[in-house]
């Protein structure tokens, strides 16, 4: 397994310049978010830094990837590719930068669309990823400060924000945020 500096200079040399920001930005809020939360910090940061590595890969090759890698392409994913990038991501965070963590790989797995009974560590990833201090989104503030007290309901909050963005966007939605919404909203 690769240390933090090294995985920071592969992660800069494959995204993009945003994404590579975004990344860092990512990891502070996720290190924040484990610190209050009692979770290991090193798990946050690799989850939180190799999260999107396959962001690195536009719509046709997120497509040929996931073929190449066998993972599971449904018709929301055919229509939107992005989606792939979770379940990719992990395993060349395995294959690329020697990550073994079970936990780390399935937060990196978990935090594009969620699910019910995540992990601690699942629960931040996914939510340092929405309330990275680079967003500016509506009521972000609030959602940062209900991260750090409840993760649960901070969960309910940033998946009813992402799904009426998604429905005024006139988006399809994966049916594993709305699993992710109503297990959190019936488990506060």
């Given amino acids: 397994m690769l240390k933090r500096s090294e995985i920071i200079k592969k992660l800069e040399s494959a995204l993009d310049s945003e994404r590579f920001k975004h990344s860092l930005r990512v990891e502070k809020a996720a290190v924040a978010l484990a610190q209050k939360h009692g979770v290991s910090v090193k798990k946050a940061s690799q989850a939180a830094l190799l999260h999107d590595y396959a962001r690195k890969y536009d719509r046709n090759s997120l497509l040929k990837e996931a073929k190449k890698l066998m993972v599971k392409i449904d018709d929301i994913s055919r229509f939107e590719p992005k989606l792939l990038h979770a379940d990719i991501?992990?395993?060349?965070?395995?294959?690329?930068?020697?990550?073994?963590?079970?936990?780390v790989l399935s937060a990196i797995r978990k935090h594009t669309v969620g699910s019910p009974r995540m992990t601690k560590l699942e629960k931040i990833i996914y939510l340092a990823d929405h309330v990275e201090e680079g967003r500016d989104i509506s009521g972000l503030k609030q959602l940062r400060k209900l991260a750090l007290r409840n993760l649960n309901k901070a969960i309910v909050e940033s998946t009813s924000e992402s799904l009426a963005f998604l429905l005024k966007k006139g988006a399809p939605i994966n049916s594993g945020t709305i699993q992710t919404r109503n297990y959190y909203l019936l488990n506060k």
Avoid: P, T, V, Y
């Fill in 89 to 103: 991501s992990a395993i060349l965070a395995q294959r690329d930068f020697g990550i073994s963590d079970k936990e």
